[in-house]
């Protein structure tokens, strides 16, 4: 069984500072993948990142990077250079070899307010 | 390039009544899956389809039913429904069964059911 645990219900931060969102995880499988959704009050769900656990890097898309630690089960999500717009839910997930890569298991999330 | 489009909206139903609702994959998509996503949750995972089967299927009741068309279309149908119905519904698109070995799983913007 996999699980994701988000332990920040919500974050404060200004404009053009940089913001992390925790997420810590659980799982048997060997080989997983994880994923950074946001989700503004619409309600799409947003890609943002994506992190193989194979991957040697830590991956990056533009102004967001997903600090990967695998000792510690952990993919955080940082934000560099925050703007109004980034105000919404940010979901970490994850999916794995044994769901054969297929379905997703989402954190509760965090609820992320950028102010001026 | 259209991405995972969905319908209705929003649409307002009530108890005991059924509902079907419609997702169209991002072009090149194959596959897709179906997620609920209560107020203050994270999605789960209702079922998947790919080449017109069910592939694998969450923990939920044979109430929630699905179907897959030629052009790759999926529907999600909700027989006798519940006020615990009442959810935001995902459809979340990817190429082959292991979209999620590669990041490459997508949402549309979703379906908010209400039932009174």
């Known amino acids: 069984a996999q699980k994701i645990t988000q332990t920040q219900p919500g974050m404060f931060v200004q404009e053009k500072e940089a913001v992390t969102l925790d997420c810590t995880y659980d799982t048997s499988d060997p080989s997983y993948g994880l994923f950074w959704y946001k989700q503004p009050s619409s309600g799409e769900m947003i890609f943002l990142i994506y992190?193989?656990?194979?991957?040697?890097q830590n991956a990056t898309e533009g102004r967001y990077s997903l600090n990967f630690q695998k000792a510690r089960k952990s993919a955080n999500l940082v934000i560099s250079a925050s703007q109004l717009g980034d105000s919404a839910m940010y979901f970490c997930a994850m999916t794995g070899m044994n769901s054969g890569y297929s379905t997703l298991t989402f954190g509760k999330g965090t609820m992320l307010l950028v102010s001026p | 390039d259209a991405g995972v489009t969905q319908s209705p909206t929003h649409l307002i139903k009530t108890r005991g009544q059924q509902v079907t609702l419609r997702c169209s994959p991002k072009s090149g998509h194959d596959t897709v899956s179906w997620y609920q996503q209560a107020l203050g949750q994270g999605p789960q995972f209702i079922f998947q389809?790919?080449?017109?089967?069910?592939?694998q299927r969450g923990n939920f009741p044979d109430r929630f039913s699905g179907h897959q068309f030629p052009n790759y279309s999926s529907e999600l149908n909700v027989n006798a429904l519940l006020l615990g119905d009442s959810a935001l519904y995902l459809c979340?698109?990817?190429?082959?069964?292991?979209?999620?070995?590669?990041?490459?799983?997508?949402f549309g913007e979703g379906s908010r059911l209400t039932v009174l």
């Open positions: 979340a698109s990817s190429w082959g069964l292991a979209g999620g070995n590669t990041g490459e799983l997508f």
């Open positions: 389809y790919y080449e017109e089967e069910e592939r």
């Open positions: 992190q193989g656990s194979y991957d040697q």
